[in-house]
């Protein structure tokens, strides 16, 4: 798991970025170079990136490779980035801005991405279980051929985005802004929608 | 400390296991089942299973207690001195203790069931089902709902922002998520402000 440890700087209440005192935004220009090589490093040649704490970092044009466990990137930017195939858990992308990012083939589990705005994106044939989506907004981003089960996309702004041939069994859509949004051949029966539908537990 | 979620299929309750430091203990939170994946994380990692931590004493998240005691001999935490028969360790409201290493804190948050503990670990809560992500708990009648409700703005809401939240049931949060995004949390807010 990341580092709880709170950044030095007065009033920060962020969480640090590793072995460093301070969280990315308060961190030197020299540490933030070596926090993001680092990442950028294990991204593309590790089997797995394990405990990494990036909060508000700016990645672009990266192919993930391997798994991505227990690791915090909360507020960060991510352009044309390749995530395809990777199995990330227990991993935090909350707020986030994907753009142009695939995530297709990829295992994603227990997992959050609340808050996040996707553009362009892709989730093609995923399976993305008991993750959280709540209160994201997706432009032209494709969920299609993935399994959602117990998938939390609660408040949520999708527009022109793709839910075709989707496991949709106990996901969450209560009180989503949906326009030009397709659900053909998956199982909306089965999932949340209406505002006053008991979601019990 | 690193946590690992686990779905236990029958119930389709969560599962956690959380490893602490050096010393290779674990702690298992909500033992609703044993399965073959859940004795493999614990033994290919070489855990050693030292505590059980019990959110709330409903059969769906307890039924594993007695297979996992077969296996290993932890201590058993929970509101209530015994559970599934077996006799635990009972804690209060506000109790810090230690347990496999940690400092754990239970915050008592009835409304779903009157035992019903979340427990503090780092910057973890492990919530049972007083809260998940974008709803509470379920409840008999709107007395009970009101008093969940108002043990989560109490106990729990007031926390800061960063804390993570691991429920009983669906995916995981955090506590920012939570306040802008949790469904019963805010229609509460609203019928406050009515």
Known sequence: MFSFEKCSHPGCNTFRCGEISTCYHHSTADDKKIILDTLLKDLTTKDTVRNFNLIEGEIENQKATGAIKGSNFAFST?????FVGTKIINTFFDFCLFENCNFND????????????????????????????MGIDSYQTDFSHSDLYFSNFSMSKLL?????????????FRACILKDVSFKYSNPEEAFFKEGEKFTI | MNVHPHLIASGLCNTYI??????QEAILIDPAGVDEEIIDVIESHHFKLTTILITHRHENHTAGLKKI??????SIYAFHSE??????????DDEIFT???????????????????????????????????????????????????HSLKHKIMCLSDNYLIYPGHGAI?????????NHDILESDATLLD
């Open chain 1, 160 to 172: 022109g985005t793709q839910f075709v041939d989707c496991n949709l069994k106990r996901a969450n």
């Open chain 1, 78 to 82: 991510f352009r044309n980035c390749n």
């Open chain 2, 83 to 92: 559970i599934q028969g077996e006799k635990t360790i009972m804690v209060k």
């Open chain 2, 173 to 181: 949060s955090k506590l920012r998520i939570e306040r802008m995004f």
């Open chain 2, 69 to 74: 005691l077969k296996i290993y001999s932890p």
């Open chain 1, 106 to 133: 990829s295992i994603i589990r227990y997992s959050v991405f609340a808050g996040a705005r996707f553009i362009n994106s892709s989730f093609k044939n995923t399976t993305c279980i008991h993750t959280n989506f």
């Open chain 2, 18 to 23: 959380v490893s602490t430091g050096d010393r």
């Open chain 2, 99 to 149: 347990a496999s290493g940690v400092e754990i804190k239970a915050i008592q948050v009835p409304g779903h069931s009157l035992d019903s503990l979340v427990f503090k670990i780092g910057n973890a809560l492990f919530t049972g089902d007083t809260l998940h992500a974008g709803c509470i708990g379920s409840t008999k009648n709107n007395m009970e709902k009101q008093l969940l409700v």
